[in-house]
């Protein structure tokens, strides 16, 4: 007989008198619990992962060599994928440009969490400017116009998206929008037409 996983109900009285209801899991073998063991801190996680669990992203290079896995967004704006979460609707990228002036003007309905690696940008509706190193929490419900300045060569942010990006004009009437699902279409068109293959971008698809 293998190790097996035993649940054991336990009922505790806190101060109150009240009952609570948990489940102890207990490792056994052959019925019996184990004994405490002394082991090295460099000892491993020896239980499996959740059958369900899905497989880990790992990106060596987050700023890629390879020019071709860079994916063209509009003329000199392009994007890196790093995940694509399919399940929760959001996508991790780095978004670099080479040009200056206002890049897009888009609502978020969801949080979006930013770092700058490299150049800066700022929004038109705030008086901050996001610089290398900075961190960005965008709340929901934000509709801003991003801008990179005159003087950046290159910029290059890490933005995590929740959601979709609802373009808009300057009075909030729909021109386009984007989510995880068109971030993967544009990806496997761009991968099949430079010779990676379109299923390059299977790799970031969670």
Sequence with gaps: MGQTLELTAIKCHTQNDHIVDYLSTLWTFKGKKMPDKTYSPMTPYQLPFPKEAQQEIVVPAAIPTDERVWVPQA?????????????????????????????????????????????????LEHDWEATEGSYVFEPPGE???????????????YFQVNGVMFYCDPWGNYTGYEDVFTKIDMCRKHYAAVGLGEDYVDQFIR
């Design 75 to 123: 003329e000199n704006v392009w994007f890196r994928p790093l995940c694509l979460n399919t399940a929760q609707g959001y996508w991790m990228n780095l978004l670099r440009v080479r040009k200056s002036g206002v890049l897009s003007r888009h609502r978020h309905p969801q949080a979006v969490h930013g770092m700058v690696l490299k150049g800066r940008w700022r929004y």
């Design 143 to 157: 509709t801003h116009t991003l801008y990179v300045p005159e003087d950046v060569e290159e910029m290059i942010t």
